[in-house]
């Protein structure tokens, strides 16, 4: 199956820092999707991309589709307590669906007061 | 309903039963997938089902795990003779399919084998 590489596995922040992170494929995906995973809950979809080149944003969320379409990164501007937890990104693959979705190992974000 | 549902939220099992975990989809959701989580760990893709296809069972760690989508819609895990390296966090996610493939997932079913 499709592999996703995700960095970085963690992140120590100081409130109000922004944060990058980023996915690689050895792949081409013709959708990234990025997720967030509070403790105890199921991931939430946060942005999703369609188009290489693509830039979205969610308020402080950002997320680019790469030229190449074997990478994606998402950034959080001006980070707040409630961005913790553990942010996963993910891509049909091939086949719009087959195989399933393919997931990141995820990046955790710990933000320290 | 709203949003992706599972059940039970948490399931404790004795070494050797059986166990059944059940996802209802959003509805009108042609896919829907299980993902299996360990604590602190990322999410392994177990199967998937996309409208009247045959399932893609490529995921499943042994022939003690199976999956079936009744109508469409509902679909259970059962996990037979469950050992204690199943204890895990099992998520269900369902979306549109090849039109649109952002998945919803529910809260997930955490199963404790004793």
């Known amino acids: 199956g499709q592999q996703l590489n995700q960095s970085p596995q963690s992140m120590f922040i100081q409130e109000g820092e922004d944060v990058s992170m980023n996915c690689t494929s050895s792949?081409?995906?013709?959708?990234w999707l990025w997720y967030k995973q509070d403790p105890g809950e199921g991931p939430v979809l946060l942005i999703a991309?369609?188009?290489?080149?693509e830039l979205t944003s969610n308020g402080r969320l950002t997320a680019q589709f790469g030229i190449t379409r074997k990478d994606s990164f998402l950034n959080i501007s001006a980070s707040i307590p409630s961005d913790v937890g553990i942010y996963f990104c993910?891509?049909?693959?091939?086949?719009?669906?087959?195989?399933?979705?393919?997931f990141g190992k995820g990046t955790h974000l710990i933000i320290q007061p | 309903g709203a949003g992706v549902s599972q059940s039970p939220s948490n399931k404790v099992t004795e070494k050797g039963k059986d166990v059944e975990l059940r996802c209802d989809p959003i509805?009108?959701?042609?896919?829907l997938y299980w993902y299996r989580q360990s604590l602190g760990q990322g999410l392994e893709f177990l199967i998937y089902?996309?409208?009247?296809?045959?399932?893609?069972k490529s995921g499943l760690p042994s022939d003690r795990f199976s999956a079936e989508r009744t109508g469409g819609s509902v679909s259970t895990l059962t996990i037979q003779r469950t050992q204690q390296e199943d204890s895990a966090v099992y998520l269900c996610?369902?979306?549109?399919?090849?039109?649109?493939?952002?998945?919803?997932f529910g809260q997930g079913t955490r199963l404790t084998v004793v």
């Open positions: 996610a369902s979306s549109l399919g090849r039109v649109r493939t952002e998945a919803f």
């Open positions: 792949s081409i995906f013709n959708t």
């Open positions: 991309l369609y188009k290489a080149g």
């Open positions: 993910a891509g049909p693959g091939r086949g719009g669906g087959a195989d399933g979705l393919t």
């Open positions: 509805s009108g959701h042609t896919a």
């Open positions: 089902f996309q409208g009247n296809s045959a399932p893609d």
